[in-house]
């Protein structure tokens, strides 16, 4: 037997295009694997000597599946850059409007991503694995509940931001519109219908996944856990803060390395550039690049709900502080490295966001007519960062001095996560795919290492929206194609 | 009967959107029609299709057996580029999965990709060549649709 190298090529249910290369030895074990992403950048360029004001609309469109996130950056990165703070009421109508977004965000990940794993199996037919499998299990009631509540969700989005999923509403300073009080009733409604939907959510997490000893000891196989560092917003009682807050970063041991204003961040993240893919990798500037490795050593972090967790003393609304003490009970603790936890923290972020929306929709502040701060000066450098679902976000923009951009460098989540995802993808590679077999469960057991990331390569990328069917090429050692396997 | 034309595209990545720009060329030529543009993929898609009897989609798509400006009636969606989602779901699945929950979705009459130069570069137009050949996209595409309006 010689070595060969299956290339799964592009990512099923992901955005983009990306590739994972598994090499074998002669054994036809794993011998090494990697996650590549082989799109082009060049977002920044298309974006230069454009008026700054401009990226809130802009932004959004790089793909269709984080554009509130984006906007939200943005309108951030604008708010810097013209050194003015929204209003107490713009900003608890953002949060509003991004709270909003989270909920029907991590519901579509969790129902349309993550259930076929859980709920359909990890060697069903890849047929019946999916949305619609997970509906013939759990009852066609789920489906509709989960169309429905994301589209009050979108309700809301539209009633402040006016365009989803393409949000308009975001000004430096402000907002674009106010609420009045029969919108606060509606919102209120929403709120707490969001809330009750994240209540049952939980439930069938919890008995689709702990109280099945399969997928539980899916959830705590080494195969899929990774040491790394993690890095989160954090508001000032340490919460999980979506909207905004200072950048926490935890080491593999749960201790707290640093703490940094998101403005800083040149001074804490570095990027790697790795010639088999065009993500750059980014990493720990103070403990400088280690490579691909997990452990006390490395110098890479993970973002996203797990990592928000991980990183928080707690969240910020009661029944999701619930649900986090159980969890980590249930993993045993902090840091829990459990990559396929990120579905359970994801969803407890989501109730933490259906609970803020409730709160937000009593403030009395929501309804005043102080919605946006004039007093703008440019400063020609503004910028952004929010926790956007995937994980912390920062947008940089730098101006002339007529506001005209001459620079622009935009950090997303999947870049955060992108050598995490391939160390990922390279563990659960080498613990399923022995011995030479390689059958389709076995290569959805490794895909499923990435796809609790949601990664999102036209962001990482910034190119491309789409996806592919997926392609599995099996070399030899000089590199010839000895088998094909094409799934769509 | 409610007719949807639904232009399917990335309106900052240039030829990407040709469906776009496609189907605003086709708006208000068919009398009790819809035109819609749309860069959104998965459950979004479900929101602009529902309630429509029926629904004409025109997609890019990039093969190489296609040169550029080739209009492809496409039986299933699997080479056009927007009808598949990453996070979740292609186009079809969306559809039977707005009828197994009861929700009115709309009978896919036709799907058009058009062949296209590139998808990866960013711009808010076409590209040259694409530009030139748009006229004869949206002659072909509108014979397709009357035919089928028939």
Redesign the interface.
Known sequence: MTGKTLTIDPIT????HGKIEIFLNDQGDVADAFWQVS??R??E??CLGRPAEEMTR?AP?????CPSAHHMAATKALDDLYDVAPTPTARLIRQLEFNAFYIEDHY??FF??AAPDFVVGPDADPAER???GV?RKLG??I??RV?DI??KN?EIIRLVFSKP??PEGGLPGGVSRGITADERRRIKEIADDSVAFARSAMDIYKEVVLRNKKNLDLLQSDAYQLKTCYMSLVDENDRVSFYDGTVKVIDSNGKALFRFDPKDYVDHIGEWVEPWTYIKMNFLKHIGWKGLVEGPETSLYRVAPLARLNVADGMATPLAQMEYAQMFDVLGGKPAHHTLAMHWARLICALQAAEHNQIIASDPLLTSKDIRNMNLRLKRVGIGCVEAPRGTLFHHYETDDRGLLTKINLIVATQNNAAPISLSVKKAAKEFIKGGEVREGLLNRVEMAFRAY?P?LSCATH???????LLVNIRDTGGRVVRTVRR? | MKTLILGMG????SD?GVGLHVAQALDGIFADTDVRTC??????L??IVTGYDRVFVIDAIQNRRYPPGTVVKLAAA?EA??L???????FF?IL??GK????AVPEVVGIYGVAIVT??L??ESLSPQMACLQDGIVRQIAEHVSRKML
């Open positions: 249910r992901l955005e983009g799109e082009l060049g977002f360029r298309f802009i469109n790089i793909c269709g599946i579509v990940h349309f991503l999916n949305i619609l509906i066609k009631e489906g509709a169309i994301r589209k979108r999923p393409h949601d999102c190119a491309l929206p789409g996806q592919m069917p769509s | 990335n309106p900052i990545l990407d860069a959104l993929i998965g459950l979004d479900l929101d699997e580029i927007h598949f989602s990453s996070h979740g779901m292609h699945e039977q999965l197994d929950v009861g929700i998808e990866c960013f711009g």
